[in-house]
C-alpha cells in the first residue's frame, strides 16, 4: 500500500499595494513533501515526473518524490482567512504511463496532508477554458452576488465546476472588504463597508477569480455605496413647494420620511441597494388636501434611476407626477385624505 505524506510550511508576506482602487492580499508560499515506496504502476527503470499546481519533480525509484513552494492557505493583511486550492498530484512517466490522485482540498492553515494514493491509468481531462458569470456586475452593502462556473474542455464539452467538490477554489483582490466563499458567492465582510468607503473612492472595482485544475479565469465587480434619490416638489404654477411631507415606500423595507426644504428639494441618502427592484415616492399637502406620487427603481450600476424626481402638485385634488418615465395622475381621498394612483400612461 503507498503511503503519502503533505506538509506544507507557509509564509505570509504583509505586504499591500493598489490595485484597480483596492488591496491586495499578501502571497503565501508552501512547501509540498509526498513519500511512499514505489507501486505496481511504476516499471522499473521508467523515468516519472509528478507534479501539481505548476510544479515538478522527477519520481525516485523508490516512488519518493517532493515538491517545493506551492501555494497554501493564510491570512491577508485584514486577518480574513482563505483556504488553500484544491488540487491533483498528477504523474507522468516515459513510457506513457499517467497517474493522479484524487482531488486533494487544503484547508485553512492547514499544515499536514494526506492525499489519497495515485490511482494509476487515471487521467482527468484539464479544462481548456473557464466561464465565471454573476446576474449583475455591481454589488452594493446588502447585496450578495452568486458566482457560476463553467468548464470547457478541449472535446467542446461543458460542465459546471461552480462548486469547490469540483475543484473550483476563488479569491478576491480585496479579500479584506469583498469576500468570496468556496461555492462562488460574493458579499461584503461584515462592517468593512464604512472603512473601505473611507480610505477609497466609490464606486470602485474589485475582482473575483475562479481557478480550476491550473486554468483560471476573472470577472471584474464594481462596488457602490448606499444609493441616494433626490427631487424637488413644485406647484401647479411651477412654484417652490416647502415644508411638505415626502414618503418613500420600497416592499420589504420601513418607510423613510423626509420634508421638502423651502425650494421643494428633497433628498433620501443610505438607501439599500436592490437592483432590479422599484419602489415609490409620495408627496402630501395635508392642508390643501392634495397628493403625488411617482415610482422609481434602481439600475443595475448602483444609481437610482431617475436621478431627480420631480412632483409637481396641481391646484386641485388631483396632481400629475412626471418622473421622466410615466405621469401618473394621482387622486386624494377627500375623507381617508389616502392618496390612491389612477393607471399610467406613457409621455
Known sequence: ????????????????????????CGVVTAMLVLAGPATAGQA????????????????????????????GSGIAPFGV???????????????????????TFPAFEQQLITP?????????????????????????????????????????????????????????????????????????????????????PIPAFVTITAENDGVSTSRMLKLVGPAQLNGRVTQADGSSAGNLEVRLSIPGHEDKLVRTEASGNYRFTDLPFLASRSGQVTVVDRVKRRAASSAFYFDHQGGVAPEKLQLQLNGGGLAWCASGLWMRPVLLNPVSRSASAMPMRAL
Open 1 to 24: 500500500m503507498r503511503t503519502s505524506l503533505v506538509h506544507l510550511f507557509a509564509r505570509l508576506s504583509g505586504s499591500m499595494r493598489p490595485w484597480s482602487k483596492l488591496l491586495l
Open 44 to 71: 522499473p527503470g521508467v523515468s516519472c515526473i509528478a507534479s501539481a499546481q505548476n510544479r515538478s519533480t522527477p519520481l525516485t525509484a523508490s516512488g519518493d518524490y517532493v515538491l517545493e513552494n506551492l501555494p
Open 81 to 103: 482567512g482563505a483556504s488553500g486550492q484544491p488540487f491533483r498530484v498528477r504523474v507522468t512517466c516515459d513510457d506513457g504511463t499517467v497517474g493522479e490522485t484524487p482531488l
Open 116 to 200: 489519497d494514493p495515485i490511482v494509476w491509468g487515471l487521467k482527468t481531462p484539464v479544462p481548456s477554458s473557464l466561464r465565471l458569470e454573476f446576474s449583475k456586475s455591481v454589488i452594493g452593502p446588502d447585496a450578495q452576488l452568486r458566482g457560476s462556473t463553467t468548464a470547457r474542455y478541449p472535446d467542446g464539452s461543458e460542465k459546471s465546476v461552480t462548486a469547490r467538490a469540483s475543484g473550483t477554489g476563488y479569491r478576491s483582490s480585496a479579500p479584506g472588504f469583498v469576500g468570496v466563499d468556496e461555492e462562488g458567492k460574493v458579499f461584503l465582510q461584515g462592517n468593512s463597508f464604512q472603512t473601505f468607503a473611507a480610505m477609497m
